[in-house]
């Protein structure tokens, strides 16, 4: 992972548009939520739930990092450990095309890994751009990095990544969001949807009910290849 960091800034860099010769006016936005989180599959358990969102948007560039943290304990046992961060470019092309690179890191105690971390290059395209309807695609190459909990063996594989993320504006109030990612893989799939609804109740202040489904085709042993979360927080956004 840390070898994709420095070939990341290189090609911030080279590509035209980045640096002092870019636009210098940038917006930042973010999210950042707190709530109740129940998990069904390899914990189960209700817990609490943070996660965490920054987005920096330029001439040319977007930058997103996204973090989730979710730790719960009962009667002295920890019952749910994971954490997960990621962090993504896109370089536009032009109003509806970009290219990308993401790089992701999960670090779940439950899962039958230590870490699995992957790195990505691609494209993406806005093929739906409309005030209450959005949608984007996104297909790349990468690899994925897995260090096995039980026994410490370490395996490395090429993967591919495809990705949709839809976005519809029901009201003035509320929006409704579904985000499908697969890493389609050598040695296993990881697919992943994420389908949330958004209300604004007052000011920055929102309530969010989402749910989660993750599946990897193939898990250690005495390891669930489903996993599901329902949560309910409370979202600022600033």
Do not use: C
Not at 196 to 208: C, H
């Amino acid at each position: 992972m840390s070898r994709m960091i420095p070939f990341m800034i290189l090609l911030g860099a080279a590509l035209p548009g980045h640096g002092a010769m870019a636009n210098p006016e940038s917006t930042w936005k973010g999210d950042a939520e707190l709530g109740v989180l129940k998990t069904n599959g390899n914990t189960r358990n209700q817990n609490i739930t943070f996660k965490g969102k920054i987005v920096n948007d330029r001439d040319k560039w977007r930058h997103t990092v996204t973090g989730e943290a979710l730790n719960s304990s009962e009667q002295g046992n920890t019952t749910a450990e994971r954490y997960f961060l990621s962090g993504k470019s896109d370089y536009k092309l032009s109003d509806k095309s970009y290219i990308f690179g993401l790089l992701t890191y999960e670090n779940d105690r439950f899962s039958g890994y230590d870490y699995r971390a992957t790195e990505t290059l691609g494209y993406g395209r806005n093929v739906i751009k409309r005030d209450i309807l959005t949608l984007d695609l996104e297909a790349g190459l990468g690899a994925r990095q897995s260090k096995l909990g039980a026994t410490g063996e370490n395996q490395n594989e090429g993967l591919i990544h495809l990705a949709g993320s839809l976005g519809w504006k029901i009201s003035d109030t509320s929006t409704f969001s579904e985000d499908l990612s697969s890493d389609i893989g050598e040695k296993s799939t990881v697919t992943k949807s994420v389908t949330a609804l958004k209300t604004q109740i007052v000011g920055n202040l929102a309530s969010k009910v989402s749910f989660t489904a993750k599946y990897t085709s193939k898990v250690p042993a005495d390891v669930t290849k489903l996993d599901t979360e329902t949560a309910v927080t409370l979202v600022y956004s600033f």
